[in-house]
């Protein structure tokens, strides 16, 4: 499966901003999709999750409430919808897929090239 994300950029606090990932080379409706980050000089940390069902989400303590993960099968692409930013959101952020299992332990199949989400003040 290769990965390619988007969407990343400048906002500012309070702002949103939607990225996305989209699966090629093997049946995405087969993998749990999630969105991993790293802040400057932090190690990768787990964002979101939604399974290869799509009935089930997970999210980070940091971001729960704020952030919306989906999926669309149909276009092989999974979302995340990130409000209410703040400058702690900053990083370089990665879509990772792992086959029929849960990717929140970072242990997956594969991971797509980051995409930088920069929140100024």
């Known amino acids: 499966v290769q990965l390619q994300a988007s969407g990343g950029g400048l906002v500012q606090a309070g702002g949103s901003l939607r990225l996305s990932c989209t699966a090629s080379?093997?049946?995405?409706?087969?993998?749990?999709m999630g969105w991993f980050r790293q802040a400057p000089g932090k190690d990768r940390e787990f964002v979101a999750e939604?399974?290869?069902?799509?009935?089930?989400?997970s999210y980070s303590d940091s971001v729960k409430g704020r952030f919306i993960i989906s999926r669309d099968n149909s276009g092989n692409t999974v979302y995340l919808q990130m409000n209410s930013l703040n400058i702690e959101d900053t990083a370089v952020y990665y879509c990772?897929?792992?086959?029929?299992?849960?990717?929140?332990?970072?242990?997956?199949?594969?991971w797509g090239k980051g995409t930088l989400v920069t929140v100024s003040s």
């Open positions: 939604i399974s290869w069902r799509g009935g089930s989400r």
């Open positions: 990772a897929a792992d086959y029929r299992s849960s990717v929140i332990t970072g242990r997956v199949d594969y």
């Open positions: 080379g093997r049946r995405f409706s087969d993998y749990s």
